[in-house]
């Protein structure tokens, strides 16, 4: 998993509420269990005019021009503002692959489902809660300002705008030391592969019938 410490990114606002999984990544696209690919089908159904199924040429598709992520001004962004509930819906955890195979690596909304929120920091994309005045104040800059970026710091839990407002973030201790290393829930278990060696050489000896 790629670890995240600081991040000086463009923001691209999705001014909508209830964003569920289903419209972060359609139905039809789940058929993979890689976590690379579904970028290209992010938020497909918003993003395109015609309906796209797997293995379709995406280059060829026609761009819906009134969809925020086809604007120009937008290409390349790596923080996606959003509003209240975002990943609400069924629990895929393909959502957090479309949104980092795309390009995102930090999603900030007022609140978000729990089980798109946890999915999150097990894939290394960084969700950041901010209160609702926050929010807005950061949507109204970011739809005036083109190249809107925002600077945040994982270590001091800290987004700072162009004009210097900094805002504080929380974030639990064990969260933040999986995202500041890039260990994701196997990283984590390698980390004891000594231990684990050890078990299972001493219990090759002490049971060795079920090595047979």
């Not at 929380?170 to 933040?176: M, S």
């Amino acid at each position: 998993m790629q670890a995240f410490t600081t991040l000086d990114g463009l923001v691209c606002p999705l001014d909508r509420a209830n964003v569920d999984t289903d419209a972060i990544i359609p139905k039809q696209f789940l058929k993979s269990i890689k976590r690379s690919g579904f970028g290209p089908n992010l938020f497909d159904e918003w993003r395109y005019r015609d309906h796209g199924e797997p293995g379709m040429d995406n280059s060829k598709r026609p761009l819906n021009p009134e969809f925020v992520l086809n604007f120009p001004r937008y290409a390349g962004a790596q923080v996606l503002l959003a509003r209240e509930n975002f990943g609400c819906g069924s629990s895929r955890e393909h959502a957090p692959w479309a949104l980092e195979d795309y390009g995102f690596r930090v999603v900030i909304a007022p609140s978000f489902a729990d089980i798109f929120f946890n999915n999150c920091f097990k894939n290394g994309l960084l969700p950041i809660v901010l209160p609702a005045q926050t929010v807005d104040l950061l949507f109204a800059e970011a739809q005036a300002k083109e190249g809107y970026r925002l600077a945040i710091n994982l270590a001091d839990q800290t987004i700072k705008t162009p004009m210097g407002l900094v805002f504080g973030f929380d974030i639990t201790a064990h969260r933040k030391h999986c995202l500041l290393n890039g260990l994701d829930e196997i990283g984590l278990t390698l980390n004891h592969a000594d231990k684990i060696k050890a078990f299972e050489e001493k219990r090759r000896l002490e049971q060795p019938w079920l090595f047979a």
